[in-house]
């Protein structure tokens, strides 16, 4: 991961690297999305970025490691995501799963993000790293935000949360792997409001 | 697909044919959970199987297809598929949930599951094959069930059924497939107890 500090670097050295660390990003999500994890090459990476691959080598162990930071929104650090808390739950699950089909509907991340899904199932390892890096920090924010949920009496208080969540994400992501039927911000809202029939306090 | 029928054939013929069509079966299963869908190969499962691979070759088209009938249980016609229906629907849904538990775990097929479906993320048509051949069967069995309990009042009828099965069976494929936690029959007793809760009259 490039340092982005600009404490020992010119202005136009920062920019230029960020320019690069961009760069490489975009082409290997590209990449994974023309060509699969299994044929992707650090050096294919570099030409398609116009770089050296020394530079990918110098910020990246891996070419996992540059899609794990590809896959993860500019400027995020997923430790610190939170959803968004209106206080309506049901509207703001819906912001949360409706932004969640737009991704994986999006021109340019669906083909990488396939290969990666993909990847993760044929090596156990990686797929273990992907969750724990990317996924498992957005999963913590569901359970965060259902806490308070059950806090304010809009979920009942013996509810797993870790459960509840997954009644959210894994209809979508299953609709999305197996082709099935469209996946749309109205699949999305119905997938939330019956969910959320499920998780009332009776 | 082998022509299981005697008519031309002698008992012993028929016999040895069957047992041809079992080791191929398993030989494609065992194959493809050690070596991916990619590098799988007619002439690989031909000699474990320990037949020539023109026997193959005269029974299915491709390796997909030999993959798509080894991933059916034995004597199963998918599009005669039906969940079971005591009248009680937590219960026939917790028996189904369990059962695909099971499979979704099972040393023989958990490989081979995975490397399929690493592979219809990587080639979209051959997973709207399988989605058509296999698993569309399969969802169509739980509509049919569900349709069932809102003639009887435990489902409203208002709720889209092909949402309401994804509610069920989208969870256990995420957690699966994302190995957070432990996928075991207490998940899946959860998973219809709270799906249910949203789905019944109000």
Redesign the interface.
């Known amino acids: 991961m490039p340092d982005k500090s600009p404490a020992n670097k010119t202005p136009d050295a920062t920019r230029r690297s960020e320019r690069s660390r961009r760069a490489i990003l975009d082409a290997a999500l590209e990449l994974v999305g023309e060509v ?1 994890f ?1 044929k992707l090459t650090i050096e294919a990476i570099a030409a398609r970025a116009g770089v050296g691959k020394q530079t990918i080598y110098r910020w990246w162990p891996s070419k996992a490691a540059v899609l794990f930071e590809a896959c993860v929104p500019e400027g995020v650090d997923p430790a610190a995501i939170e959803l968004p808390d209106t206080g309506d739950l049901e509207a703001d699950l819906k912001t949360v799963l409706r932004a969640t089909v737009d991704e994986l509907t999006s021109e340019r991340l669906e083909a990488a993000t ?2 990666l ?6 090596d ?1 390892e990686l ?2 790293a992907l ?1 724990a890096k990317v ?2 920090p957005q ?1 913590q924010a569901y359970v965060r935000r259902l806490r308070a949920a059950q806090r304010t009496g809009q979920v009942a208080a013996d ?2 949360l ?3 969540l ?2 959210l ?7 999305w ?5 469209p996946l749309t911000h109205a ?1 999305a809202d ?2 939330v409001e ?7 306090p ?1």
Chains 1, 2 share one sequence.
Do not use: K, M, S
Request: positive net charge; without cysteine.
């Open positions: 699969g299994t396939r290969a899904t993909a990847e993760t199932q044929n156990a797929g273990r969750t996924l498992e999963l509810i797993d870790r459960i509840a997954e009644l994400v894994g209809p979508l992501f299953h609709r792997q197996t082709r099935t039927l699949y119905t997938v019956l969910t959320l029939r499920g998780l009332a009776r």
